[in-house]
């Protein structure tokens, strides 16, 4: 008679912790999915590549509820009209339901699709916290043939912030005589308090001498500049995930907790409109991102 012995009590706990994790990981994904940091068609294939992965092992009853105002009575029809058992798991899709899925999301959820003929200004924009600042900086440091343009503001200078380096510093009568004389590409009012704007002479004198040019803006301040500019690059900057976002407001310290809840509210409605966008690219080290926002520029930037 064959003994069954049970796994050593270390493994148990082992196996108990790596469920624990994947749980973990496959509620982050089903938030990612819900608030657009991750498109369907990117957790798509991201399953295909690694069936054992998060997206891989998730059920494609998860996966649909988790996508923007899909409802358990709207996935239950899609997996009828798709032919999909509600029992499978992404990674492991057949070849034909996976073709059929992906053809479903692009027609319901389109992937931005960048377009030809793009200029050599550069926008830069995405939600709060996802460090669009930073990477600007990193740009400007390490790649000092693209110009970094610089905003005049309302509010007053932070401590160790440069007058004409870091803003222009005005006063609200200022801002109103830049805003009625067109001397602004665009403004905006950020977090209801100060207003921001884009000197629009510099940076046609740049233009003008044929150098790149990055605006590092907000919502309002991308959806002005491509109605001014049609020919602009604009670029959604993304965090590596909701949770990282969140984790980075909270770790900066510079909100209180009301604040921070209003500024999550406001990134779910910014997340909402990257497909507004020519080009994402997440934030997940800034070096990284950097360099890929200057190749998309380099890409972008018409033949000399």
């Not at 938030?31 to 068609?41: E, M």
């Not at 926008?123 to 930073?134: H, I, N, Q, R, Y």
């Not at 503001?153 to 007058?163: K, L």
């Not at 690059?233 to 909100?255: A, H, I, K, M, N």
């Amino acid at each position: 008679m064959t003994e069954h012995r049970s796994p050593p009590e270390v493994d148990r706990v082992a196996a108990s912790q790596r469920a624990v994790e994947v749980r973990r990981a496959r509620a982050s994904l089903k938030r990612d999915l819900s608030f657009r940091v991750v498109t369907g068609q990117e957790v798509l294939r991201r399953a295909i590549s690694d069936p054992q992965s998060p997206s891989g092992t998730l059920r494609i009853t998860d996966f649909l509820t988790a996508l923007p105002a899909i409802g358990e009575g709207k996935r239950d029809r899609v997996l009828e009209e798709l032919a999909i058992s509600p029992v499978k798991r992404l990674g492991g899709l057949g070849a034909r339901q996976r073709e059929v899925l992906a053809g479903w999301l692009d027609e319901r959820f389109p992937e931005p699709r960048p377009r030809r003929g793009r200029s050599r200004l550069i926008v830069l924009a995405g939600p709060t916290a996802v460090g669009k600042g930073t990477v600007a900086t990193y740009i400007k440091e390490h790649f000092p043939e693209i110009l970094l343009s610089v905003s005049a503001t309302t509010r007053p200078p932070r401590p160790g912030e440069v007058e004409g380096e870091h803003y222009f510093f005005t006063g609200e009568l200022s801002f109103d005589r830049l805003i009625e004389s067109g001397q602004l590409l665009e403004w905006a009012t950020v977090h209801n308090k100060y207003r921001y704007g884009t000197p629009r002479g510099p940076i046609e004198e740049a233009l003008a001498a044929g150098r790149t040019v990055l605006l590092e803006i907000d919502l309002q301040g991308a959806r002005q500049v491509r109605q001014a500019a049609p020919d602009a690059t604009l670029v959604f900057l993304l965090p590596p995930s909701w949770d990282e976002l969140v984790q980075r407001l909270v770790g900066r310290g510079t909100e209180d907790a009301e604040e921070r809840e209003r500024r999550l509210r406001t990134a779910k409605v910014e997340l909402a409109s990257q497909n507004e966008f020519d080009y994402r690219v997440v934030n997940q080290d800034v070096a990284a991102a950097a360099r890929e926002v200057v190749e998309l520029a380099k890409a972008s930037a018409p033949a000399s």
